[in-house]
């Protein structure tokens, strides 16, 4: 029986020597501060170009997370790679006849992952708030007012949720290509036009990534946006539900089926 600090520390190691999961944890840092920065220097240039309610709900925390909608999608292919990519090698035959233990391989893995996604995803939040704010100027916020820390939390823990909620995915479809093919045009595309559609908001609005999104809001109805039957901890609750389901139905397959 391997012991679980043996398995934590073998997954550690296929993390770390695999260029494509390190780097996609790279990318997701820069291109969430980039974009962040990016904006905010955009909306401090053009502040007064907005209308009267997008003044009143003006939520600086916010827009330095701008670049969140991109680096959602690094981690989504963090956490796909760190499950696919060895079924897609094959390796998962060696990894589980080195640790029969299903339960102990799957959650040893997801559990360095997801710390590895936390650590970047709030080195990202601390330092896209810092930048966005500096960039905004007279219209920017700082870190001691009313739940603005939350929220800068609440982004890395964001960060960390949507990679472990997409490995729980890959473990339950095993193929690094079919979970790319459905979670990227999920989070990029069909989220974000659903929660534009007035028939059907109400329904994307309990999607992850939009009620996970609210713990980074600090100003009710941010932006002049529509408002959600739920607050920030509410939204935070209802991702958590989808990454449980997500977790537990990866782990039901594969203690099911043979890999």
Do not use: C
């Not at 659903?194 to 309990?206: D, E, H, I, Q, T």
Request: charge should be positive.
């Amino acid at each position: 029986m391997a012991s679980v600090p043996a398995v934590l520390t073998s997954e550690w190691t296929k993390i770390r020597t695999v260029s494509s999961t390190v780097w996609t944890l790279i990318s997701a840092f820069v291109v969430t501060v980039a974009m962040g920065a990016a904006l905010s220097a955009l909306t401090n240039s053009q502040f007064s170009n907005l209308s009267v309610a997008e003044r009143v709900t003006f939520d600086p925390t916010l827009i330095s997370f701008s670049g969140m909608i991109l680096g959602q999608l690094a981690m989504v292919v963090f956490g796909v790679l760190v499950v696919g990519t060895e079924y897609s090698s094959g390796m998962i035959r060696t990894s589980l006849a080195a640790v029969p233990q299903r339960a102990t391989f799957l959650f040893s893995k997801m559990l360095v992952a997801v710390v590895l996604a936390l650590l970047v995803g709030l080195a990202t939040s601390f330092v896209s708030f810092f930048l966005g704010q500096a960039l905004l100027g007279d219209h920017g916020t700082d870190i001691g007012a009313d739940n603005v820390l939350r929220a800068v939390f609440g982004g890395g823990i964001y960060m960390g949720l949507i990679a472990l909620f997409s490995m729980g995915v890959a473990t339950m479809l095993r193929s690094s290509m079919l979970s790319l093919g459905i979670l990227m045009p999920f989070f990029f595309l069909v989220s974000q036009i659903l929660s534009a559609v007035p028939g059907a908001k109400n329904v994307a609005r309990y999607f992850p990534d939009q009620a996970g999104s609210k713990i980074m809001q600090v100003v009710p109805h941010a932006m002049n946006s529509n408002a959600a039957p739920y607050g920030p901890w509410g939204g935070l609750l209802i991702m958590v539900g989808w990454v449980v389901a997500a977790v537990l139905g990866g782990f039901l397959v594969l203690k099911k089926r043979d890999a």
